[in-house]
């Protein structure tokens, strides 16, 4: 059975510094795209960052040079460091995973086959 469990959530002010984690299980780690997503109310789901089982790393434009995915492929796990934070960051945030190894597009969240439940970003302003 997949899980996948994501932590590190919170709230912080803005130009704020947090980062989450996400614990994989039941999958062949390395065979593996991982990604994060997420979504604000009233919003579409939307890709954040991705790694495929490679290593190659995806981003948002809209985050790129403020977060960072990684990887501790050991234990399973894939983090996202998220730097200087804004308002406009606060959505609930999922991990996600997809057997294919290369990731799907970040704009195609509905062919990343396993989910977690997510964890709640909150950036005052």
């Known amino acids: 059975q997949v899980q996948l469990v994501e932590s590190g959530g919170g709230s912080v002010e803005a130009g704020g510094s947090l980062t989450l984690s996400c614990a994989a299980s039941?999958?062949?780690?390395?065979?593996?795209?991982m990604g994060w997503f997420r979504q604000a109310p009233g919003k579409q789901r939307e890709g954040v960052a991705a790694i495929d089982s490679d290593g190659t790393i995806h981003y948002a434009d809209s985050v790129k040079g403020r977060f960072t995915i990684s990887e501790d492929s050991a234990k399973n796990i894939i983090y996202l460091q998220m730097n200087s934070l804004k308002p406009e960051d606060t959505a609930m945030y999922y991990c996600a995973a997809d057997g294919s190894g290369n990731c799907p597009p970040l704009s195609a969240p509905e062919r990343y086959n396993y989910w977690g439940q997510g964890t709640q970003v909150t950036v005052s302003s």
């Open positions: 039941g999958i062949t780690y390395s065979n593996y795209c």
